[in-house]
C-alpha cells in the first residue's frame, strides 16, 4: 500500500497557526492575570472643591464650586469640618477617594478664580 502524505490546504494551516497563537496568548494573559481594556471603561481622578453646606447623620454635603462634577458629593463629616468651609475632595468615578480642608495657597487661588461663586454659596448656606 502506498502511504499518502496528508496534504492540508494552505487555508486550513493560516487558520490552525491562528487558533494556535490565540490559544498560546490567552494563556500567558491568564496567568500575568491582565485584560486588555480600550480605557474607557476606566475611571477619572477629578480634584474639585465644596463647600459644606450642611452636616447630618456624620455625613458632609458639599456643594461644588469649580463644576467639575455634577453628581452631589457626600463625605463622612470630620471633627474639623463646618457648615460654609471648602473642602478639596479627590474623587474616581462617583466615589471619593479622600478629602481635607482647603488651605493656604489652594484657597487664596480658588477665592480668586471663584470669588462670586463662593460669594453666592456662603450667602445661600447662611439663609
Known amino acids: 500500500m502506498n502511504k499518502q502524505k496528508l496534504k492540508l490546504k494552505p487555508w486550513v ?3 490552525l497557526t491562528f487558533v494556535v497563537g490565540v490559544s498560546i496568548i490567552a494563556q ?19 480634584v474639585a472643591h465644596g463647600m ?6 456624620g455625613e458632609s454635603h458639599l456643594k461644588i464650586i469649580d463644576k467639575l462634577v ?13 457648615k460654609g468651609q471648602i473642602i478639596t475632595v479627590e474623587i474616581e468615578g462617583k466615589k471619593v477617594i479622600s478629602d481635607r480642608i482647603t488651605e493656604g495657597e489652594e484657597l487664596d487661588k480658588l477665592y480668586n478664580r471663584y470669588s462670586e ?11
Request: no cysteine; glycine share 4%.
Open 70 to 82: 455634577t453628581h452631589d458629593v457626600i463625605v463622612k463629616t470630620k471633627s474639623e469640618y463646618n
Open 13 to 15: 494551516k493560516m487558520t
Open 28 to 46: 500567558i494573559f491568564s496567568i500575568f492575570g491582565t485584560s486588555a481594556s480600550t480605557g474607557e471603561d476606566k475611571e477619572e481622578k477629578i
Open 52 to 57: 459644606i453646606e450642611a452636616n447630618v447623620n
Open 117 to 127: 461663586v463662593i460669594a453666592e454659596y456662603e450667602d445661600w448656606i447662611k439663609n
